[in-house]
């Protein structure tokens, strides 16, 4: 099972070390952010199972922060941890998509329920009801039939290449973050499968070149985006 990651964003040192071990002891890999703005950096650069958000805090309060993951559309389930326990605030918690809202002071084996409860509501395969038939340029991709077709030409796909390409179309326009997209596929980081992974990036990027319009475009640093025409987005079939 892979570890699970929770960014914590909290400017009470002792309270923000405290969360820190006892969220690693209970196994969870956990990263610490003593104000809104290092916390939402970082959850741009990494990804994260959930978030535990203060309320209180300086630059971006928890309220903003929500706000931003919103506008930004990043989907990583959050809760609040606060001192802040008026009716209007745990409201408005709710309304940003919090997925529990929790003051302090709090029982930690309480928390522990919490957050096993949420990361298992989250933990279900997140493209079990994903398209499986996407529409790219002059290509027909068939993820269940594992073929990569042109007017002319028809491509069986390994199983690898079949994966990579549907993790590319479902992020279609966005960047697919390399470290991301190798555990999705291998299902842990490795640098000996990342380089593997790129193997089929190159694989897939040849088959697709015969159309001009479709790119497999390399983000440095990050990942990959595949680059689609705008009027090709809503003409896939989920089968």
Do not use: W
């Not at 309220?63 to 606060?82: C, D, H, N, S, Y």
């Not at 991709?141 to 994966?163: A, C, I, M, P, V």
């Not at 089929?200 to 990959?224: A, T």
Request: glycine content about 6%; aromatic content about 10%.
């Amino acid at each position: 099972m892979n570890q699970k990651k929770i960014l914590v964003v909290e400017d009470d040192l002792n309270l923000g070390f405290l969360l820190l071990d006892y969220l690693e002891a209970m196994g969870f890999k956990v990263k610490l952010c003593r104000d809104g703005l290092s916390g939402l950096n970082t959850l741009e650069k990494q990804h994260f199972d959930l978030c535990i958000l203060d309320v209180m805090m300086p630059n971006i309060d928890g309220f903003a922060f929500a706000k931003t993951m919103q506008k930004k559309g990043v989907e990583t389930p959050f809760i609040f941890l606060t001192a802040k326990s008026m009716k209007e605030d745990k409201l408005e918690g709710y309304s940003l998509g919090a997925e529990d809202y929790i003051t302090k002071p709090f029982d930690e084996q309480e928390l522990e329920c919490k957050i096993n409860v949420i990361l298992r509501r989250h933990c279900k395969d997140a493209y079990a009801d994903a398209p499986s038939q996407f529409c790219l340029g002059s290509f027909q991709f068939d993820y269940q039939r594992q073929e990569l077709k042109s007017t002319d030409k028809s491509h069986r796909l390994t199983e690898k290449e079949n994966e990579v390409l549907r993790l590319l179309c479902l992020h279609k326009n966005r960047v697919l973050r390399r470290e991301d997209a190798v555990e999705k596929i291998y299902g842990k980081k490795d640098y000996f499968l990342g380089r593997s992974f790129d193997v089929y990036i190159s694989r897939l990027r040849k088959m697709l070149s015969k159309d001009p319009c479709i790119e497999i475009q390399n983000v440095y640093k990050v990942g990959f985006m595949l680059n689609v025409p705008e009027e090709q987005l809503a003409q896939h079939t989920n089968h």
